[in-house]
């Protein structure tokens, strides 16, 4: 599949399927993560593989959705802020970064067929206490990983003109 492709046919699944992710998938959708672009390679980024039988209470703490948990399997992604690299003016770029692999990963889902939906609105807190985060990392991002059970709504996107302007403000 071409890239302009995978772009198109990337949409926010909210229905999946029991059926399992077949590990060599996976891989390759953590790999799309790793070999994304990061600030100076620091790759300050951990990904966290979530397999969802048996944890559906705990995992409904972070995110209320009942479809959070229906697929296999959830990714969360965490920035390192230590590991990051700092521009000049103070700037850390870890969530950057992070938000850069997780769209890889993402991406990579799509063109192997698999389903994922980018969820922001989660509570960090039952994150951290799940998850056990260690004190300096923060979630990010979450993602279901599996088959879709449902069907893509129409995309709604500002026209590129709003989006773009050259050379100046």
Same mark, same amino acid.
């Given at each position: 599949?071409?890239?302009?492709?995978? *772009?198109?046919?990337?949409?926010?699944?909210? #229905?999946?399927?029991?059926?399992?992710?077949?590990? &060599?998938?996976? +891989?390759?959708?953590? /790999?799309?993560?790793?070999?994304?672009?990061?600030?100076? *390679?620091?790759?300050?980024? +951990?990904?966290?593989? !979530?397999?969802?039988?048996? @944890?559906?209470?705990?995992?409904?703490?972070?995110?209320?959705?009942?479809?959070?948990? +229906?697929?296999?399997?959830?990714?969360?992604?965490?920035?390192?802020?230590?590991?990051?690299?700092?521009? @000049?003016?103070?700037?850390?770029?870890?969530?950057?970064?992070?938000?850069?692999?997780?769209?890889?990963?993402? !991406?990579?889902?799509?063109? !192997?067929?698999?389903?994922?939906?980018?969820?922001?609105?989660?509570?960090? &807190?039952?994150?951290? /206490?799940?998850?056990?985060?260690? #004190?300096?990392? /923060?979630?990010? #991002?979450?993602?279901?990983?599996?088959?879709?059970?449902? +069907?893509?709504?129409?995309? /709604?996107?500002?026209? !590129? #003109?709003?989006?773009? @302007?050259?050379?100046?403000?």
């Amino acid at each position: 599949m071409d890239f302009a492709r995978v *772009n198109l046919q990337r949409y926010s699944v909210r #229905a999946y399927k029991p059926d399992a992710v077949e590990d &060599s998938k996976l +891989q390759q959708v953590l /790999e799309a993560a790793r070999m994304a672009p990061t600030a100076v *390679n620091r790759q300050p980024f +951990q990904l966290l593989v !979530l397999h969802t039988a048996g @944890r559906r209470d705990e995992l409904k703490r972070i995110y209320h959705r009942d479809w959070f948990s +229906q697929a296999p399997l959830v990714i969360g992604i965490c920035s390192v802020p230590e590991a990051a690299w700092v521009r @000049r003016d103070g700037k850390n770029y870890a969530d950057v970064d992070t938000t850069i692999a997780m769209a890889h990963l993402i !991406l990579a889902a799509t063109d !192997l067929g698999l389903g994922t939906c980018w969820v922001a609105a989660f509570d960090p &807190s039952a994150a951290r /206490e799940v998850l056990q985060l260690p #004190a300096g990392v /923060e979630t990010i #991002a979450f993602t279901p990983l599996g088959y879709a059970a449902d +069907q893509p709504r129409a995309k /709604e996107r500002k026209p !590129l #003109a709003e989006l773009v @302007r050259y050379e100046r403000w």
